[in-house]
């Protein structure tokens, strides 16, 4: 009986988060806390008071044993970095998209799609970022140019594959932290001394 617009949980997991938008045809989730237990194939259902749908098309979730390595990439206020995104690429899939998401408000930044040239185009999000990773040898890795403050958050990448009526998707996360430029230095150190 509630609206969608409302986005309420049914049930009491809270490892799991509404975090699409509804006014866009999206209903994704977010899974957190993840473990070898939650591999399996998701569907999504959305029931209105006219009928119900489904995807067709299974989402395979697979979960690996945790690496230890969280990876963290340093960078300077103006400054490009690279976040890097490694898997192991599949043959037998057909790779259809790679985005880029922050996690902290769960936000998009940039999709990429491969083009029949073999180039890959940046599909929706800003000029700042450009792919410079080959997926075919399990590199989604981005450049981020003219780093703010504001960029000092966990990003998320994930590479998407389609098998027949499954999709399967590889998520990686990596941690940015954006040092201050001289110009913020400089301008903190003035508002310091009061000048």
Known sequence: GEPCESGKQQDAGSRFRFVGNLSNNDVSIMMER??????????????LNIAKFHTPKGTIVKVRAASGNDSVVSGTEGASVTLPCTFIPSN????????????EAYQHVVTFRPQPNGLWTTANGGNRYEFIGNPKE???????????LNDNLTYLCLVEYTHGNHQSLILNE??????????????????????
Request: hydrophobic content about 30%.
């Open 34 to 47: 993840l473990s070898r237990a939650d591999s399996n194939v998701y569907r999504c259902r959305v029931e």
């Open 92 to 103: 037998s899939h057909t790779l259809t998209t790679v985005s880029w998401m922050r996690k």
């Open 138 to 148: 399990g590199d989604a890795s981005v450049r981020i140019k003219q780093l703010s």
């Open 174 to 195: 990596t941690r940015l932290q954006v040092m201050p430029g001289k110009k913020s230095l400089l301008r903190s150190q003035r508002i310091e001394g009061g000048h």
